[in-house]
């Protein structure tokens, strides 16, 4: 399986801290966030890492290279202006593939447990939902017998930025800036092609120095 992270952000809100770095180069926990993903990922078994870039990216290739030295293979996307999380993805369909891929944010972290993510049958999302943090109280979406649905049937939930998705859903070969969600994921709930599932173990959503200093007393701890 290929995992695709997320990284082509600005990180406006960690400014100055992002002025000349990438938000996942923050370190925390004694090395950087991003090597904390690809070490993790690596653990589970994927062997070929999609990245997108945008935002002083070269830094993020600098740092990883081809994946090599990981054992991995890493491919990186460049973005000449920004595409947006659906976009991004979209611009890189060549290189995902046929199969279905781990999507995962690279501002977030989690310790959700990687090999819980599975598509049932007939279904071509299955997205990993969140309680209702203060910064996002009305939610993204709602759930309602483990089917996504934007239609307030169910628990209103925030999508974590974590999921597992079937690149059929990108077979309209769409290109330009655009929302997953509103583009790509909305139409497929309202087919029921989107599954989710309720996490409420550890999480952290990397969007000020509070955030930054959680997750680093998290994984010193660990």
Not at 43 to 69: A, M, V
Not at 100 to 127: K, N, Q, R, Y
């Amino acid at each position: 399986m290929k995992a695709f992270l997320l990284a082509a952000g600005l990180g406006t809100r960690l400014l100055p801290h992002t002025a000349n770095k990438p938000k996942c180069l923050i370190e925390v926990g004694g090395k950087p966030l991003l090597l904390w993903h690809v070490e993790r990922l690596k653990s589970f078994g994927i062997k070929h890492l999609l990245i997108n870039l945008f935002h002083e990216g070269q830094q993020i290739e600098d740092f990883l290279g081809d994946g090599s030295e990981l054992g991995m293979t890493i491919e990186y996307i460049y973005e000449k202006k920004l595409l947006g999380t659906g976009g991004g993805l979209g611009n890189a369909r060549s290189l995902i593939g046929d199969e279905p891929f781990m999507l995962i944010s690279g501002d977030v972290w989690t310790d959700f447990e990687l090999s819980g993510l599975s598509l049932e049958i007939e279904s071509l999302a299955h997205l990993v939902l969140l309680e209702n943090p203060k910064h996002n109280p009305h939610g993204d979406m709602f759930l309602d017998n483990g089917r996504v649905n934007s239609s307030k049937k169910g628990k209103s939930l925030t999508f974590s930025g974590l999921a597992l998705i079937d690149p059929k859903l990108f077979s309209d070969g769409k290109k330009g800036k655009y929302d997953l969600w509103n583009e790509i994921l909305l139409p497929a709930s309202q087919k029921g092609l989107v599954t989710g599932e309720i996490y409420k173990g550890f999480l952290v959503n990397i969007n000020t120095i509070e955030d930054v200093e959680k997750l680093d007393a998290y994984l010193s701890e660990g």
